[in-house]
């Protein structure tokens, strides 16, 4: 039986702590074949994710700070950065539970899984049980999980599996205030153009 769920990280680039991040960058650099044509730049790329993460200062209102701790802020590289610091753990967590998952996907703090469930309700349970510990085993990282369904809402859409078929319809957030400048305002068609591109 297949049932769908997903997982949403807890404040994801906060939670990340930067010196575990920078061990397992260092880790995956050195230990990853993927990354063998970087390899003798590893100590540079290193050196500077470390500079920019432990040195990242912002402003609210009219006051600035610096971040302590967690993925750099309104860096640009602070999604990719998230996203391959736990793409990392992902490979041991999809070795492991992989019989399980009949698909898993992630958007760097969404997640969505289709979980196949064995015959036995008592291994299914355990090993449910044991993929979210896993899930929430790296770093200081957590994430919340939804109860398995044969439907979900994942980001704008509502995903439903049904005899098999998996269909989709849009999912429109109850908080959405659908702020969109309508083409028969009042702006100036730059305003409008702006938005499209933008």
């Known amino acids: 039986v297949n049932s769908m769920f997903t997982a949403d990280a807890i404040s994801m680039c906060t939670n990340i702590d930067t010196n575990h991040a920078l061990e397992v960058f260092s880790h995956f650099f050195q230990h990853n074949d993927i990354c063998s044509s970087i390899r003798q730049d590893s100590e540079m790329i290193l050196s500077a994710l470390e500079l920019l993460m432990k040195n990242n ?9 610096k971040q302590l701790d967690g ?5 640009p590289p602070a999604p990719a950065c998230a996203t391959l610091y736990f793409a990392v753990h992902e490979v041991t967590l999809l070795q492991q539970f992989g019989k399980y998952l ?4 992630r958007f760097i ?6 979980w196949t469930a064995p015959s036995d309700s008592l291994e299914d349970a ?8 896993v899930l929430n ?7 919340e999980v ?15 599996i049904s005899t098999g078929r998996i269909t989709t319809k849009v ?4 908080q959405n205030l659908y702020l969109y400048l309508p083409p028969t305002s009042c702006h100036t068609p730059g305003i409008l153009r702006g938005t499209i591109i933008g």
Do not use: H
């Open 102 to 105: 009949l698909y898993y996907g």
């Open 57 to 65: 200062f912002f402003c609210f209102g009219d006051t600035y700070w």
């Open 171 to 174: 999912f429109k957030k109850p």
């Open 126 to 133: 355990a090993q449910w049980s044991s993929f979210q510990q």
């Open 71 to 75: 993925t750099a802020m309104g860096a």
């Open 137 to 143: 085993s790296f770093g200081s990282l957590n994430w």
């Open 146 to 160: 939804s109860q398995r369904s044969d439907s979900v809402d994942f980001m704008e859409l509502n995903i439903s």
């Open 109 to 114: 703090d969404d997640a969505l899984g289709i």
